[in-house]
Nanobody, 123 residues
Framework: QVRLVESGGGSVQAGGSLILSCTAY???????MAWFRQTPGNTREAVAA???????ARADSVKGRFTISRDGYENTVYLRMNNLKPEDTAMYYC??????????????????WGQGTQVTVSA
């Protein structure tokens, strides 16, 4: 079993920055961790993912603005979000699973999820 605890999020004006963090507890050896976001009435969208070797995948919509990183010792993943836009407003969820390296990290159906943290960007 894996438990994910998120922190960060909040409200910011457009152009601002926020950092989300997520710590994984339990059987986390070689686990891949990711961030998704969802707005009401829409499907959950993959934002970025990072595996235990540091290989990163990011959605095109956030490239150049969002950075995902990982503290392997603490099993914590960070999502630094710069130049935030109103369309980034969403509930952000941390996800984790043991994803085979040949699978697309942004398309994989993760089995472990955090409780979600709200990010609101005002114009």
């Amino acid at each position: 079993q894996v438990r994910l605890v998120e922190s960060g999020g909040g409200s910011v004006q457009a152009g601002g920055s926020l950092i989300l963090s997520c710590t994984a507890y339990g059987d986390t050896n070689r686990i891949c961790m990711a961030w998704f976001r969802q707005t009401p009435g829409n499907t959950r969208e993959a934002v970025a993912a990072i595996d235990s070797d540091g290989t990163v995948a990011r959605a095109d919509s956030v490239k150049g603005r969002f950075t995902i990183s990982r503290d392997g010792y603490e099993n914590t993943v960070y999502l630094r979000m710069n130049n935030l836009k109103p369309e980034d407003t969403a509930m952000y969820y941390c996800a984790a699973d043991f994803v085979p390296v040949w699978r697309d990290y942004l398309l994989y159906e993760y089995g472990y999820w955090g409780q979600g943290t709200q990010v609101t960007v005002s114009a």
